[in-house]
């Protein structure tokens, strides 16, 4: 396993549409986090897994956004009815504890 | 006021110089302290993990002042490829988030030759 793993690493798409992110994290990592950033931002916490539950949602999560890790290994991100606000850097991450991996990303660009 | 706090730069220097980045932080219970290294249009890497008696990582020292609520981190003899964003983020056990950690916006280094 070389790493925190996501697909696609860009997307476009038009507003209005759902879009499905996925998240492989390192095998023996416990938790998963997905984050995102904006131009000249820090990364910005969305949401949290250990195993397969979904402990913690950030207020930035709005209901158009919805999270999923079914087995306790991959996690999916989809963003319905996306908007312009969306076009962000959605990057996932994994840990065992406190230092978190973070993989590649998925850039997203609404128009 | 936002927890975590950087001068987001960016900072200019020349090769070989020493130069040093802080970052605030406002919550008391903030337990664990880390810099990240971001490059332009990449994931956020981890640098280094900042240690109460503060922790050297050849050319990178990192340091806690936990009465006056900041994080540093000074990189000596600065190379080329050094130029990045340095990310602060912190742990605070308080939280319902896991690990997650909360970041700063991030200090940009430029290197010059």
């Known amino acids: 396993d070389t790493g925190v793993s996501q697909d696609p690493r860009h997307k476009i798409t038009k507003r209005g549409q759902n879009v499905t992110f996925r998240c492989d994290p390192i095998?023996?990592?416990?938790?998963l986090y997905w984050y995102r950033q904006t131009l000249g931002q820090g990364p910005e916490f969305l949401t949290y897994?250990?195993?397969?539950?979904?402990?913690?949602k950030s207020r930035l999560l709005s209901d158009r956004f919805s999270a999923e890790r079914p087995k306790g290994s991959f996690s999916t991100l989809e963003i319905q009815r996306t908007e312009q606000g969306d076009s962000a850097m959605y990057l996932c991450?994994?840990?065992?504890?406190?230092?978190?991996?973070f993989g590649p990303g998925t850039r997203l660009t609404v128009t | 006021r936002k927890e975590v706090e950087q001068d987001p730069g960016p900072f200019n220097v020349p090769e070989g110089a020493t130069v040093a980045f802080n970052c605030t932080y406002s919550?008391?219970?903030?337990?664990?302290f880390f810099w990240y290294r971001q490059d332009c249009r990449k994931e956020p890497k981890l640098l280094m993990s900042?240690?109460?008696s503060g922790n050297e990582d050849g050319r990178f020292t990192a340091q806690l002042n936990r009465a006056s609520q900041y994080i540093s981190l000074l990189i000596r003899d600065s190379k080329l490829s050094d130029s990045a964003t340095y990310l602060c983020a912190l742990y605070t056990s308080n939280s319902n988030s896991g690990y997650a950690l909360n970041f700063g916006k991030g200090t940009s280094l430029l290197v010059t030759p």
């Open positions: 897994f250990q195993n397969e539950a979904q402990l913690e």
């Open positions: 900042v240690y109460s």
């Open positions: 095998s023996e990592h416990n938790r």
């Open positions: 919550n008391s219970a903030s337990q664990s």
């Open positions: 991450a994994s840990s065992l504890n406190v230092e978190l991996d």
